[in-house]
C-alpha cells in the first residue's frame, strides 16, 4: 500500500540531483541493494525496498562514506523517500555529484557549473539517395 506522510506541496529546501547508482541498505533484519534515484544534503529518493512504514529507520550506505542513518517519509510501490538524521556535509555532497550524479562531467569540480543534463543521441536517418 502506497504510504504519504503529508501532501506533497511542491516546495523542496534544496533541488534534488539526479542518480542512477546501487548502493546498499538495511531495514529491520533485512539487508538488500537498491537504486538511488535522486538526492539532496537532506535526503534521497530510493528504488527497491518492499514495504517500509513511514518513519522506520533505515541504514543506507553510500559510497566512501560511514553507514547513514535515514527514516522513510513517504513511499509508492518500491519507490521511497528517505529523510537523512543528519544532513550530508556540503564536502560529502559536491563528491557524490562529481564522482555519481547523472550528468556529471569526471574531473570537474563544484556543483552547478561541472553539471550538464544527459544528453541524448541524435537520430539518424538514412541518408538521401542520390538520382542518378
Given at each position: 500500500?502506497?504510504q504519504?506522510?503529508e501532501?506533497?506541496?511542491?516546495?523542496?529546501?534544496?533541488?534534488?540531483?539526479?542518480?542512477d547508482?546501487?548502493?546498499?541498505?538495511?531495514?529491520?533484519?533485512?539487508?538488500s541493494t537498491?537504486?538511488?534515484?535522486d538526492?539532496?544534503?537532506y535526503?534521497?529518493?530510493?528504488e527497491?525496498?518492499?514495504?517500509?512504514?513511514?518513519?522506520?529507520?533505515?541504514?543506507l550506505?553510500l559510497?566512501?562514506?560511514?553507514?547513514?542513518?535515514a527514516?522513510?517519509m513517504?513511499?509508492r510501490g518500491t519507490?521511497?523517500?528517505?529523510?537523512f538524521?543528519?544532513?550530508?556535509?556540503a564536502?560529502?555532497?559536491?563528491a557524490?555529484?562529481?564522482?555519481?550524479?547523472?550528468?556529471?562531467q569526471?574531473?570537474a569540480q563544484?556543483?552547478?557549473?561541472?553539471?550538464?543534463?544527459?544528453?541524448?543521441?541524435?537520430?539518424?536517418?538514412?541518408?538521401?539517395r542520390?538520382?542518378?
Amino acid at each position: 500500500m502506497d504510504q504519504i506522510a503529508e501532501p506533497f506541496d511542491g516546495k523542496r529546501r534544496a533541488p534534488r540531483m539526479g542518480f542512477d547508482l546501487l548502493v546498499r541498505c538495511s531495514h529491520g533484519p533485512v539487508r538488500s541493494t537498491v537504486m538511488l534515484k535522486d538526492m539532496t544534503r537532506y535526503g534521497a529518493r530510493i528504488e527497491g525496498i518492499t514495504s517500509p512504514e513511514i518513519g522506520e529507520a533505515i541504514t543506507l550506505m553510500l559510497p566512501g562514506e560511514p553507514a547513514r542513518m535515514a527514516f522513510v517519509m513517504w513511499t509508492r510501490g518500491t519507490t521511497s523517500g528517505l529523510e537523512f538524521g543528519d544532513p550530508l556535509h556540503a564536502e560529502t555532497f559536491e563528491a557524490m555529484i562529481r564522482d555519481f550524479a547523472i550528468g556529471r562531467q569526471p574531473g570537474a569540480q563544484g556543483l552547478s557549473p561541472a553539471l550538464t543534463p544527459i544528453m541524448t543521441a541524435p537520430i539518424m536517418t538514412a541518408p538521401a539517395r542520390v538520382a542518378a
